[in-house]
């Protein structure tokens, strides 16, 4: 079985400019969450989903930062503008709420540079 | 007070040696605890979870679980070079509803383990 997808794995544009980062998540799975992580923060829980409906977003650093979850398949977290200060990887974990312990699977992550 | 505490590190231990990686946790109605070992420039890898008290092994790896002291500890025996690595304890509160998949971080433990 694939494990959580991400695209792109590398992002580079220029501050003003809309990043939008994508994620498939293990099929089966109804819970998926975007994190984002950077040397100084760690990993910070940024919204999660289940059964691709917005959980808790309160880890959404600001209206700039946005995430959908269309459809049990695909995830869209959207910065809109990008800010320099946004550089950092970005990852996106799923797993099952059915299924004790309800560990996390990562993704390989999105490492966003904005110059 | 942080939710999921580790100690701060950076650990270094020889090769061979056991590293021996802590972590407390605040809430008491957590109910599963994982470790993750994330290599530099990699996502978070899970290598063991454990829900009981006690000892939970597999291979070189030791978790341990002690809920009345909220304190969950991994050891590594035999320690190997390639064991080096950055190692994330997460907590799940299991909160019922919509937050079985939920899961809280530290902020990582880096372990250095030299010839």
């Known amino acids: 079985d694939a494990g959580v997808i991400q695209s792109p794995r590398h992002e580079v544009t220029e501050m003003g400019q809309e990043v939008t980062l994508r994620c498939k998540p293990i099929?089966?799975?109804?819970?998926l969450f975007w994190y984002r992580q950077t040397m100084m923060r760690g990993l910070e829980l940024l919204i999660y989903?289940?059964?691709?409906?917005?959980?808790?977003d309160s880890g959404m650093p600001e209206d700039r930062f946005s995430a959908k979850m269309p459809n049990a398949s695909f995830s869209t977290l959207k910065i809109q503008p990008s800010e320099p200060r946004d550089s950092a990887v970005y990852f996106c974990?799923?797993?099952?709420?059915?299924?004790?312990?309800?560990?996390?699977?990562f993704g390989p992550g999105t490492r966003l540079t904005v110059t | 007070q942080k939710e999921v505490e580790q100690n701060s590190g950076p650990l270094s231990v020889p090769e061979g040696a056991i590293a021996s990686l802590n972590c407390t946790y605040s809430?008491?109605?957590?109910?599963?605890f994982f470790w993750y070992r994330q290599y530099s420039g990699k996502s978070p890898e899970l290598i063991m979870f454990i829900y009981s008290n006690g000892d939970k092994e597999d291979g070189r790896f030791t978790a341990q679980l002690n809920k009345a002291s909220q304190y969950v500890s991994l050891l590594i025996r035999d320690s190997q070079p390639s064991d080096s690595a950055t190692y994330l304890c997460?907590?799940?509160?299991?909160?019922?509803?919509?937050?079985?998949?939920?899961?809280?971080f530290g902020q990582g433990t880096i372990l250095t383990v030299h010839p």
């Open positions: 989903f289940n059964n691709n409906v917005p959980i808790d």
């Open positions: 997460a907590v799940n509160q299991d909160a019922g509803g919509t937050s079985y998949g939920k899961l809280t």
């Open positions: 974990a799923s797993s099952s709420g059915r299924h004790f312990p309800y560990e996390q699977y």
């Open positions: 099929s089966g799975h109804d819970y």
């Open positions: 809430d008491r109605g957590s109910q599963s």
